[in-house]
């Protein structure tokens, strides 16, 4: 590969190439206001969730619930949101550290994980309820509405442990259907989702 140099002085005069205008689509946000879930259906209030774009990116920004150290959960739909129990086999390990420097691990969690199971799969550990506390991350779901493969995703979460601790949450897994993909669910496992916001991207192909 060659060496470029540029003499002129002004960025002005340089002009970038190879960027994708408009790869990464903001579909839909919703903001929790004591909501028991929020769910995404396509076709649903503007949500797209079908062979549109291969990609599916969400963010979550300070979910806070309104009950003290709970999980932070999903789940999937093939019809459209009337039944979230799509059988799912994952994987899910964590990292943590305290505020004192005490406590660092790295730990994988098998009793959250699923093997063939329909429940839904945690994605964020134990954040605390205090008006500080709260978990962000991202989640991914590769290639929804696809008729011939399983549903892949993978999410990352950093939470504000009730206990002064720092938790880094790493799931992975499938929907194992063949079924197409058309929903996708996120509650705590008790109480509701006091506060936070998740935006929901579509991702075109590179």
Known sequence: MALVKYNNNSLSAITATGLSAGAMTLIKEQ????????????????VVLDNTYPIYLFKFYNMHPGTHDV??????????????NVTKTTTLYYATHGED?????????????????TGYQTISL???AEN????SG????????STTYVKHFMSTF????????????????????????DGVIFKMESGNIDSGTIKLYGIKDS
């Open 31 to 46: 903001t929790a206001s004591s909501s028991s879930t929020i769910s995404f259906v396509d076709g649903t209030s503007d």
């Open 71 to 84: 999980l932070f959960m999903m789940n999937l739909s093939i019809d459209g949101g009337s039944n979230w």
């Open 101 to 117: 420097g005490s406590g660092e691990s790295l730990t994988y969690y098998s009793a959250k994980d699923l093997a063939q199971g």
């Open 126 to 128: 134990h954040p605390g």
């Open 132 to 135: 500080d506390e709260s978990c």
């Open 138 to 145: 991202e989640l991914w779901l590769f290639n929804p509405s």
């Open 158 to 181: 950093n939470t504000y442990y009730h206990g002064d601790k720092s938790y880094n949450t790493f799931c992975a897994g499938y929907g194992n259907t063949t079924s197409a993909v």
